[in-house]
């Protein structure tokens, strides 16, 4: 059964840091790997999809990694905003496009 | 293009009733899965419709069901109603049943059970 772990589960820090949020999981026959975000109460928006053959994906100010075998991704946010405070899911594709979430990691970026 | 949609944002119902949930498919995505997102927790998989089939269903019991329409849109029901019910309910769609596609979500349903 895979199983999908964020850690930390809560980050804060000042604005304008350059920050690593990480995700690992532990079934390595995976599909992709999505990074979402979530504000409070709200849907998910997709960050970023890394198929399985890839190594990273870069979207402006965020680059996620994927480390298939060692069952890891991290999530790199540069220069961070007030405006990227938010909750940041990871999730893998096992099979039959089942996604299966981590808990998050709450982010707070403080002016 | 027109994103995901769901209906309604917000419901309030007592334990042992019945509900109906809906969620419209992006353009182009015949695949549609629902979760239940706990208060603090990450979304759990309930199950997955292709093309008005069921095609994969986690561990919610029979009481969860859904359906597919032929336009790919989707509806939810969840019969007798329990409190641990209470949660945020999120449709996600994706194109072709292809496990290396993106899913784009909605913005979810905030249901209650009183």
């Known amino acids: 059964k895979q199983e999908v772990t964020q850690i930390p589960a809560a980050l804060s820090v000042p604005e304008g840091e350059n920050l690593v949020l990480n995700c690992s999981f532990t079934d390595s026959a995976i599909y992709n790997l999505q990074w979402f975000r979530q504000d409070p109460g709200k849907g998910l928006t997709s960050l970023l999809l890394?198929?399985?053959?890839?190594r990273e994906q870069t979207s402006g100010r965020l680059n996620a990694s994927l480390d298939k075998s060692s069952g890891r991704s991290t999530l790199y946010i540069a220069a961070s905003q007030p405006g990227d405070s938010a909750t940041y899911l990871c999730a893998v594709v096992g099979g039959a496009q089942k996604l299966v979430f981590g808990q998050g990691t709450r982010l707070t970026i403080n002016p | 293009e027109t994103g995901v949609t769901q209906s309604p944002t917000h419901l309030i119902k007592t334990r042992g009733q019945q509900v109906t949930l809906r969620c419209s498919s992006q353009s182009g995505h015949n695949t549609v899965s629902w979760y239940q997102q706990a208060l603090g927790q990450g979304p759990q998989f309930i199950f997955q419709y292709y093309r008005e089939e069921e095609n994969g269903r986690g561990n919610f019991p029979p009481r969860f069901s859904g359906l597919q329409f032929p336009n790919y849109s989707s509806e939810l029901n969840v019969n007798a109603l329990e409190l641990d019910d209470s949660a945020l309910y999120l449709c996600?769609?994706?194109?072709?049943?292809?496990?290396?596609?993106?899913?784009?979500f909605g913005p979810g349903t905030r249901l209650t059970v009183l």
């Open positions: 890394i198929q399985s053959s890839q």
């Open positions: 996600a769609s994706s194109s072709e049943g292809n496990s290396y596609n993106e899913q784009f």
